[in-house]
Nanobody, 121 residues
Framework: QVQLVESGGGLVQPGGSLRLSCAAS????????MDWYRQAPGKQRELVAG???????NYADSVKGRFTISRDNAKNTVFLQMNNLKSEDTAVYYC???????????????WGQGTQVTVSS
């Protein structure tokens, strides 16, 4: 069994910073892409940032220059550093990863439970 557990969410004032973490645990052979998504009330879930196993990154236009995604492959963990936060960044943030659980098995998608980020004065 594989679990993704996020942490680091909370309440922050506009212009502030937060750092989200997502740790994958369980029977893991390898992890391919690791992504952060978010879902605001009444809106669809959207991709915020992604990082490949080799370290290539991509970002939504709305967060470019403010958010940085990184990962620690040795610890099966992905991070999202969020700076200069705005009220429109308020959402539940979800970790997503594509994981191989056995040497001859396929790659499967997994989601974390989500962590709330609220940007408000």
């Amino acid at each position: 069994q594989v679990q993704l557990v996020e942490s680091g969410g909370g309440l922050v004032q506009p212009g502030g910073s937060l750092r989200l973490s997502c740790a994958a645990s369980g029977s893991i052979v390898s992890i391919n892409g690791m992504d952060w998504y978010r879902q605001a009330p009444g809106k669809q879930r959207e991709l915020v940032a992604g990082i490949t196993s080799g370290g290539s990154t991509n970002y939504a236009d709305s967060v470019k220059g403010r958010f940085t995604i990184s990962r620690d492959n040795a610890k099966n963990t992905v991070f999202l550093q969020m700076n200069n936060l705005k009220s429109e960044d308020t959402a539940v943030y979800y970790c997503y990863a594509v994981i191989r659980r056995s040497p001859l098995g396929g790659n499967y998608p997994y989601w974390g439970q989500g962590t709330q980020v609220t940007v408000s004065s």
